[in-house]
């Protein structure tokens, strides 16, 4: 009877740790490697309290329903009314908080590899005129968003390109916005991606954004 009751007992400890916790990811570079456009203390906070707040309010909520952590996040962000409804609210901020930093650490690389490619070019020319317009209409999108939010660069169902913005830390892949698609290129336009060092000039930091772009990783989303 003991034997069994210490072996019900450990197949439940397992089973609850088996379960995948989301984790802050290794970013590829350290946080002084996208000075000056991005500083170094703006990365430190953005990462360790901001993106790790994210990610433990996500387990928080997702750990009353731990059979959730077996699905995608972007199976959950696609089927949002699925979700219990205690903890929606909970992880569309912080599901999209924990997502969509995720991405934005790996859409940014230090200046010296940060070049876009022929294939990048090509399918911005041929969605947007030319890479400039698509820039200004980019750099518009990220200033037009009010308040909190991000701007993205999407590619939608039928594989044509378009810029949309969300607000707080809501996501072209969750069900319920506006304009649906895959994000290829993102841009955090809350006030603590680039307070420190640009206080209220959130353009100035939107352009500043150019010469960090991995486009090898847009590439790679593109496809
Ligand atoms: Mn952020």
């Known amino acids: 009877m003991k034997k069994l009751q ?20 290794q970013l590829n570079y350290s946080y002084a490697d996208l000075e ?34 077996k699905k995608d996040l972007v199976e959950i962000f696609q089927n949002f009314s699925e979700l219990p409804a205690d903890i929606q609210t909970a992880v569309r901020n912080n599901g999209g908080g924990y997502y969509n930093h995720v991405l934005f650490w790996e859409l940014l690389t230090p ?3 940060s070049k876009m490619s022929p294939v990048v070019e090509k399918a911005l020319i041929a969605n947007f005129g030319s890479v400039d ?43 319920f ?3 649906k698609g895959k994000p290829v290129l993102a841009i ?9 060092k ?15 772009v991995n486009w090898k990783k847009v590439e790679e989303l593109l496809k």
């Open 111 to 113: 200046a010296s590899k």
């Open 133 to 175: 317009q698509f820039k200004a209409e980019f750099e518009k999108a990220a200033a037009t968003r009010f308040g909190s939010g991000w701007a993205w660069l999407i590619k939608d169902n039928s594989g044509k390109l378009k810029i949309v913005s969300t607000p707080n830390q809501d996501n072209p892949l969750m069900s």
């Open 188 to 196: 955090d336009v809350w006030e603590h991606a680039y307070y420190l």
């Open 198 to 212: 640009y206080q209220s000039k959130r353009a100035d930091y939107t352009k500043a954004f150019w010469h960090v």
């Open 6 to 25: 210490l072996l019900l007992l450990v197949t439940c400890v397992l089973g609850f740790t088996a379960q995948a916790q989301y984790k802050l990811p």
């Open 36 to 69: 000056p456009y991005i500083d170094s203390t703006t990365m430190y906070i953005h990462y360790n309290n901001h993106h790790a707040a994210y990610t433990n309010n996500l387990n928080a909520a997702l750990s009353k329903y731990p059979e959730l952590y």
């Open 177 to 179: 916005a506006e304009a």
